[in-house]
């Protein structure tokens, strides 16, 4: 009886003890809770005006060129440096993130990702402001840039044009090494900012710039490789054999013989859009329409309306104007904003497609969530819901009821239709390859010859022969390079992950098997898969989750190998 009773007080007084003990955590865990939302609330106080008002000169300066707008943008985003460059915020979000006793899920994510963008920014200050000083300087320098053919100043679009429609070899290469004239103007520079931003990352103990921001946003470089790798062998027989079917074409539409083919024959600066080879003119079903109504009527017509969205944006060439094409979200409110060059041609089709993907899926995250939250849940899942839509653009279903081209024409354009969407991914796919690696390697050791490193990659992935004598800096005429470091490929992977989307979309929706022949015109239903599984859950989740919760799955290349590749 003793020895029972015994047990009995010691089992009472532990099981005491561990009800103390669990509720003495319990609100510990409470307390530190509340101290990590009241030290989120007090960053946020000052991070998010800055970042309004810092995302909105940034867009005004790519819209005029002026030197006071990109002065103006410089320094808001030297202050937002300085904010995130906060020693004790950074000390104290490291503290909590080591104690892992935040047990709200949505809050555990919010240090999770101000964790890393404090770390990513734990380093001296002047460097910050000189990276940023110097990346300000080389993007003004790329949007004020006009190659010069002859003596007449010309832009993106023209030197396109000429490359795309010439058949004439000498106005061809002309044109070529007009636009490849900005290399000399912003390589030097380059390199210094590369050295900068490697001395940014090894200060906080990363390798290199390039590891650091596949870490940093949540990327194993290894796996990334390890993709890459494996999409090098799914595409190079494939492309090896479209890439013949391209020099035979170009041999007979230049009249010179395969060893004579250069780059500038490819139509495009960089081969990474796909040579029309094809006999159909797709430019020809979009001359005179306009093209940002239909991309309006469209999103409108999947329960995704743009129409606020398109007032606030910059959609036509301007002097001084940034030539490329962005979507930016000023404040995570729903001011979405796009910045254009538009022409009624199957090119500005598919980009005003593409950045309006990327427009409704920041319109459409919720401002109930967190702000930091607010954004997609990677930047390539962002990319893969704009190439989703960029796609339709040579769909001719798609054509038919937007464009209203005629049923003797989709038959026609149909099978060369799809024939030139394949080309066009695995000729992209060929080039994400050479900015991929070029990158890795540039970040590894940016005192290589990076020309020669530039040409070698660009004959192994591409199949494009080296111009005799090519010692240029070419690789520097690729504005992402500088100021879109450490991105590109974020675009391949959105690419898999469309044709995910695709298949899911026509499986589980359109109840089809057929990825290719659907024109998802007026379907609410997939607009409302998007809305709902894609767009609403913003950053809560890892990126890999969301896209298992949304498709059922996560990342394969078997889709995209399925429609493109098999």
């Known amino acids: 009886m003793k020895i029972k009773f015994l047990t009995r007080c010691f089992l009472i007084g532990f099981v005491a003890t561990l009800l103390y003990n669990c509720n003495n955590m319990e609100n510990q865990s409470k307390d530190m809770d509340q101290e990590l939302k009241a030290l989120i609330k007090e960053i946020e106080s000052k991070y998010i005006p800055l970042y309004k008002e810092s995302a909105i000169a940034d867009f005004n300066a790519n819209v005029t060129g002026k030197p006071e707008d990109f002065k103006k943008s410089e320094e808001l985003q030297m202050q937002l440096n300085k904010i995130f460059a906060d020693t004790a915020y950074y000390a104290k979000l490291k503290k909590f993130k080591e104690a892992n006793a935040i047990k709200n899920d949505t809050l555990k994510r919010e240090l999770e990702i101000y964790y890393n963008r404090f770390l990513e920014s734990h380093a001296d200050t002047a460097k910050l402001n000189a990276i940023t000083k110097l990346q300000t300087a080389i993007t003004k320098k790329y949007g004020n840039f006009r190659a010069k053919i002859g003596k007449d100043s010309v832009p993106d679009n023209t030197i396109e044009d000429i490359l795309k429609k010439s058949t004439d070899s000498k106005k061809l290469e002309e044109a070529w090494l007009a636009h490849k004239r900005i290399g000399p103007v912003v390589s030097a520079d380059i390199i210094r900012l590369v050295k900068l931003r490697n001395e940014l990352a090894k200060s906080i103990g990363f390798n290199n710039y390039h590891e650091m921001k596949l870490k940093l946003y949540e990327q194993d470089p290894k796996d990334v490789e390890k993709l890459f790798d494996e999409l090098d062998n799914l595409t190079r027989d494939a492309f090896a054999k479209l890439k013949g079917e391209i020099d035979d074409y170009f041999i007979k539409r230049y009249k010179i013989k395969k060893e004579e083919l250069m780059p500038w024959h490819y139509q495009n600066r960089y081969f990474q859009e796909a040579p029309a080879i094809y006999s159909i003119d797709l430019d020809s079903y979009y001359k005179g329409k306009d093209i940002v109504a239909i991309t309006q009527k469209y999103y409108e017509g999947i329960g995704a309306p743009i129409d606020d969205l398109i007032k606030k944006s910059d959609l036509f060439e301007k002097p001084g104007k940034n030539q490329h094409a962005f979507c930016s979200d000023m404040d995570n409110e729903g001011d979405v904003r796009v910045l254009c060059n538009v022409k009624d041609n199957e090119r500005w089709m598919n980009t005003m497609l593409h950045e309006y993907g990327h427009a409704i899926y920041d319109k459409f995250i919720p401002t109930t969530l967190p702000f930091v939250l607010r954004d997609p849940a ?189």
């Open 378 to 566: 990677h930047t390539f899942t962002t990319e893969a819901v704009a190439m989703f839509f960029g796609r339709l653009a040579k769909n001719p279903y798609w054509m038919k009821e937007t464009v209203g081209i005629k049923d003797e024409d989709v038959k026609k354009i149909s099978d060369i239709g799809f024939k030139t969407l394949r080309l066009e991914q695995l000729t992209f796919s060929r080039w994400a390859q050479v900015m991929y690696r070029f990158e890795k390697n540039m970040y590894e050791n940016p005192d290589q010859d990076l020309n020669k490193l530039w040409w070698n990659l660009v004959e192994k992935y591409q199949m494009l022969k080296r111009p005799a004598g090519r010692d240029e800096p070419d690789w520097a005429t690729k504005a992402h390079i500088a100021s879109y470091p450490c991105y590109y490929h974020n675009y391949l992977m959105g690419e898999l992950l469309a044709s995910q989307f695709y298949n899911y979309v026509c499986e589980k929706i359109l109840k089809t098997k057929d990825m290719n022949l659907q024109s998802y015109v007026g379907n609410k239903e997939m607009g409302k898969f998007f809305v709902e599984k894609v767009f609403a859950p913003g950053s809560l989740y890892p990126w890999n989750d969301m896209i298992e919760k949304a498709t059922g799955e996560k990342l394969t290349a078997r889709y995209y190998a399925k429609q493109f590749v098999n």
